[in-house]
């Protein structure tokens, strides 16, 4: 069985982020980038699955050159091999468009039963790129996963809701995205990091897919920005001065803000 974990290289949340001028595209090259931690425990699951029974794990990212640091970390901590889709023409594509490039992607790999992610990135943040990703794929789609199992062809995850614990279970082969209460994701060891060098990584455009230029991007996407501002700053507060009528005032002030 063969594992695809998809992985994205996303701007560091502690740097700055923003919007380029001229596409109103994220500006990636503005902050320094990280792989996403909830691709961190993506990969360690799809590596207990491995340690416990017979597997491979592929990673697969979308993403410009650099993309492939983030490769060689979940190289260096277990997985076997990698997939980069590198192409220009990619550039600016949304959620949809991005399923449907991964979708292909994923055909380029041999006996995939199980496709794991993160339950959202931290740079788009749509969460909806797994059920996208399975309906794109014709397969089920178990999502904001807490827990994984995956035996005689069958994957079941608990998913935690405001209600309770949900039990959801599908036939192989599936698409499961992981929340950050799964598993805490093992470091790199100094092995790991040099075997990382040595194992496969296979680069492709999108020809490689079967798919042309007007298809992906921003020429292919539904949804495009049109206009963006930055947030604006935040007020200095308003301040209460008690004179026996402290709380009166704090009610009024909430009242008017409609928090209560």
């Not at 740079?123 to 178990?142: K, N, T």
Request: proline residues 4%; glycine residues 10%; aromatic residues 2%.
């Amino acid at each position: 069985m063969n594992i695809v974990v998809l992985i994205k290289q996303v701007p560091d949340t502690w740097s700055e982020r923003t919007l380029s001028d001229a596409d109103k595209t994220l500006d990636r090259a503005s902050s320094d980038a990280v792989l996403d931690e909830i691709n961190e425990r993506a990969v360690e699951e799809a590596l207990k699955i491995k340690e416990s029974g017979d597997a491979e794990v592929t990673v697969l990212t979308v993403g410009p050159d650099r993309a492939t640091d983030a490769i060689r970390k979940a190289l260096s901590m277990g997985a076997d091999k990698a997939v980069h889709v590198n192409d220009e023409a990619i550039h600016g594509s949304d959620a949809v468009t991005t399923a449907r490039i991964l979708a292909k992607a994923i055909g380029t790999v041999d006996d995939v039963q199980l496709v794991l992610a993160g339950n959202e990135a931290t740079d788009g943040r749509s969460g909806a790129m797994a059920g996208m990703l399975g309906e794109v794929l014709g397969w089920p789609s178990l999502t904001h996963a807490n827990a994984l199992t995956v035996e005689n062809g069958t994957a079941s995850v608990k998913r935690e809701t405001d209600e309770g614990t949900c039990d959801v279970t599908a036939a192989l082969p599936a698409v499961v995205s992981v929340g950050e209460k799964i598993n805490e994701p093992r470091y790199p060891s100094f092995k790991g990091i040099m075997a990382a060098k040595k194992k496969p990584v296979n680069a492709i455009g999108i020809s490689d897919l079967g798919l042309d230029a007007n298809e992906v991007g921003l020429a292919g996407s539904l949804v495009q920005v049109d206009s963006f501002a930055p947030r604006p700053p935040k007020s200095g507060g308003q301040k209460v001065e008690d004179e026996g009528d402290g709380g009166s005032k704090i009610a009024e002030f909430l009242v008017g803000q409609k928090l209560i």
